[in-house]
């Protein structure tokens, strides 16, 4: 008699279970948040992203400096959790032809150190969805440049997306 308690009580625990189940796993998926909402990117993020579209030929300086830095800058991005604010400089010129030339020269020698920080935004929630809202690729990412009211500019050779 204990056995057959015992099972029919274990059957009617798995039918609670699958019928729970079924009513709620639906609307489950209705209350999951996805990382394509811009409230979510914006609580991952901690504030406004921000875009600008320039010409490296305009400023190639600031560029090449922000280059130079890509490996303290790197060692920045692993240990940042908020921002006051983030600007994404999409550099379209550098984007179709590698122009100017002193700053693609520096890309290509600071090759190994702009890897490294490609991965350590890709290895940083923050920063990949700042800059995966707004359409960029880390493979796009030549450099950032943090400022001292704790924010971040990302210089990216590419365009912006059309919305």
């Known amino acids: 008699m204990t056995t057959a308690v015992t099972t029919g009580t274990r059957r009617l625990h798995a039918l609670a279970l699958v019928t729970a189940l079924s009513v709620l796993g639906p ?3 209705l209350n999951a948040q996805g990382l394509e909402s811009e409230k979510t990117i914006d609580t991952i993020v901690g504030s406004d992203v921000k875009t600008e579209e ?4 305009n400023d190639p300086a600031a ?3 922000a280059i130079e830095h890509s490996l303290p800058n790197t060692e920045e991005v692993r240990k940042r959790s908020k921002l006051a604010n983030v600007e994404i400089v999409f550099l379209e010129d550098l984007a179709e032809a590698g122009e100017p030339e002193s700053v693609e020269k520096k890309v290509k020698e600071h090759k190994e150190e702009i890897v ?3 991965e350590a935004i890709e290895g940083n929630a923050m920063f ?3 800059i995966d ?3 960029v690729l880390t493979r796009d990412v030549v450099a950032v440049e943090f400022d001292k009211a704790d924010g971040v500019k990302i210089y990216a050779a590419a365009k912006p997306a059309e919305r």
Do not use: D, G, P, V
Request: proline share 0%; charged share 15%.
């Open 63 to 65: 560029i090449i400096a």
């Open 27 to 29: 609307q489950a998926a």
């Open 116 to 118: 490294a920080l490609r």
């Open 54 to 57: 320039a010409r490296a030929a």
């Open 133 to 135: 809202s707004r359409s």
């Open 128 to 130: 990949f969805h700042a």
